[in-house]
């Protein structure tokens, strides 16, 4: 009798997995700067079972952006390049259409245009969350642009940016709250540098490299100057710049007037910057600004002994000079006694060169940002 009045076992059924965020992505254009190979990276590497992705690109009809397109995501192309012009009218019902099928339950632009066009037209279209990314730190904006973003405000519930430098910024400058700005970090693919040799500058050819686009923040013509004070001072050196852009033209009549000959190179644009990395000793990053400088995180997880300006996020990348040489911005001279450390201190050099790698592999590799980024994504549908 007691065992007929027992409790029965229950059972329940196992819980299904939570359907992926479905998150769409909306730029300009595809290229291999910094933002656009972030945004690639991301797309490529997110978990399906959590985060399903698409991407708009407002025009994205160059050669170069249909050839990096990825493969695994829906892509669409609306071949705007003048958002006020009959054709972006038709961009947005394509744009609309390509909603309703995809359903996406966040929104996340990237730069000026796709914010102005994006954020408005997806919160007329139901989207749950428009998230703004601006990892710069704003140094370039004009008047207009700041009567654009508050314009665009209203439609926006979040702005994205890589570092605390620029979340400070985005509250002090343009008045955002506090709460509305939220801080996810950059990442590398630490294994694309994976067996390099650590940085010798006891060589009798010590070779400085520099990654960037040819654009005035850059200061590569800086470089160029200091590169002449540091040759007088340090004739075994040679100086490379990997990247191109529209100083281009300027640099090469700068270079001939300072006749820095085979002593200083611009490479152009260089699609294998680990093989480019991967034979020099020291990196440099002159810049006049930076958010969180991607080609800073390539340095260190190549290893090299770095020598970097105090902008952005660079000293808190280097472990405030644990892992580099951390010098003010627009101090060539600066910069060459930092190059003179590392070429009368070997250890030291190679020392740095390993601790940035270490640095980069347990905070900053590229897995580290995947989950950032699907952890605030699922901590967002959760909402």
Known sequence: MSALLAPRPTFSAPRSAPAPVRVCFLIDRLSRAGTESQLLALVRELDRARVRPSLVLLDGEDDLSRALEPVDCPVIRLGVRKLFSPKAVTAANRLRAFWRDERPDVLQTYFLDAAYFGAPLAKACGVKTVLRVRNNLGYWLTPRHRVMGRLVRPFVDATLTNTAAGKAQLVARDGLRANRVVVLENGVDTNRFKRFMLPDTSKKVVRV??????????????????????????????????????????????????????????????????????????????????????????YMAAGRAVIAT?????????????????????????????????????????????????????????????????DYYTDLARK
Do not use: W
Request: proline share 5%; aromatic share 4%.
């Open 310 to 374: 105090d902008v952005g996020a660079n000293a808190r990348l280097l472990d405030g000079g644990r892992c580099g040489l951390v010098v003010p911005p627009g101090d060539g001279a600066a910069i060459v006694d930092a190059i003179g450390a590392l070429l009368a201190n070997p250890l030291r050099a190679a020392g740095y060169g390993a601790a940035a790698r270490r640095r980069v592999d347990a905070e900053f590799s590229r897995a580290a940002m995947t989950k950032r980024f699907e």
């Open 209 to 298: 490299g520099c990654v960037a686009n040819l654009r005035p923040v850059k200061n590569i013509d800086g470089l160029m100057r200091t590169a002449k004070a540091a040759l007088e001072r340090f004739p075994r050196l040679v100086f490379e710049v990997a990247g191109d852009g529209e100083q281009r033209a300027e640099l090469e009549r700068l270079h001939a007037d300072l006749g820095l000959g085979d002593r200083f190179v611009l490479r152009g644009s260089v699609a294998d910057v680990p093989n480019f990395l991967r034979r020099m000793d020291v990196a440099v990053l002159p810049s006049h600004s930076e958010g969180m400088s991607n080609a800073l995180l390539e």
